[in-house]
């Protein structure tokens, strides 16, 4: 009985399958218009899937590097033509200006919104996929959610501390309800004076901000000088890099801008 003859493999079929697989896995190229879409792609290992970004993309330090084709209000059009990249990262709070003036890249923005945590780790899963990142984005989303239930837990039982926070002297503006920020106050074991005003950011009298009675007042701003003298001595300047962390949404949100938000309320238990 002759023996019967081996199947062989379609070359073919096979040649398709490791081009597919080579084409899933390809290093996919972005340009980051958002700060902190830029620090969250580099929170994953993926700066060097960046090939441009806004003038505001400065951390971490290779983004200074690369090229800048965007500002707040603009976009160098010539320069973004001259790039070869996959898609355009936008936010839609940060880059509101400039979305219209992308139109013929239409089909290559990708458009994220980063108004608090959740959304923040929505992203970080979101852009680890398209990045082909999903572990390390993983446990960067881990290592946010331990952070969050530490600080839960750390302040569950304490005191609340009357807390509020200025971002701007001139007028005098001051952290809302809806800011990510109110819950970056929650979460350090205090309650923001302003928390059932609904706006983000909304203007107060210096009037107003002595009646709150504040435990303790967190400042954005540099210096105290246009912040009621009674206060001063309950007045908390936070860095720079504290500043920047915590007006930008970021995974370096929990490493810097918190823990500066609970240092100072934990100062005056």
């Not at 965007?70 to 996959?86: K, M, R, T, W």
């Not at 503006?173 to 970056?184: D, E, I, K, P, Q």
Request: proline share 4%; net charge positive.
């Amino acid at each position: 009985m002759s023996p019967v003859p081996a199947v062989q493999a379609d070359d073919s079929l096979s040649v398709n399958a490791s081009q597919s697989k080579k084409e899933k896995f390809r290093s996919i190229k972005v340009v980051s218009f958002s700060p902190e879409l830029s620090e969250i792609v580099a929170s994953i290992d993926g700066t060097d899937s960046i090939v441009a970004t806004d003038i505001n993309s400065v951390y971490p330090e290779q983004l200074k590097k690369l090229p800048k084709v965007a500002d707040y209000y603009g976009v160098n059009l010539e320069a973004l033509s001259a790039l070869q990249f996959d898609n355009i990262l936008l936010s839609r709070d940060f880059n509101s200006l400039i979305i219209g003036k992308l139109t013929r890249y239409k089909n290559k923005l990708r458009i994220y919104s980063i108004t608090d945590s959740d959304e923040l780790l929505d992203n970080i899963r979101a852009l680890g996929q398209l990045l082909h990142r999903e572990e390390k984005a993983q446990l960067v989303i881990n290592d946010i959610n331990r952070k969050i239930s530490d600080l839960a837990a750390g302040h569950d039982k304490q005191k609340q501390i009357r807390t509020v926070l200025v971002i701007w002297d001139k007028p005098l503006l001051v952290v809302g309800g809806s800011a990510f920020l109110n819950r970056a106050v929650r979460l350090c074991g205090g309650v923001n004076i302003f928390e059932d005003l609904p706006v983000k950011f909304p203007a107060i009298s210096a009037e107003k901000l002595i009646r709150g009675k504040p435990d303790a007042v967190i400042s954005l701003v540099d210096n105290t000088e246009n912040l009621p003298k009674s206060l001063r001595s309950k007045t908390f300047i936070l860095s720079k890099e504290e500043q920047d962390t915590l007006m930008k949404i970021s995974p370096r949100s929990f490493d810097i801008g918190i823990p500066a938000v609970c240092r100072a309320i934990e100062s005056v238990r």
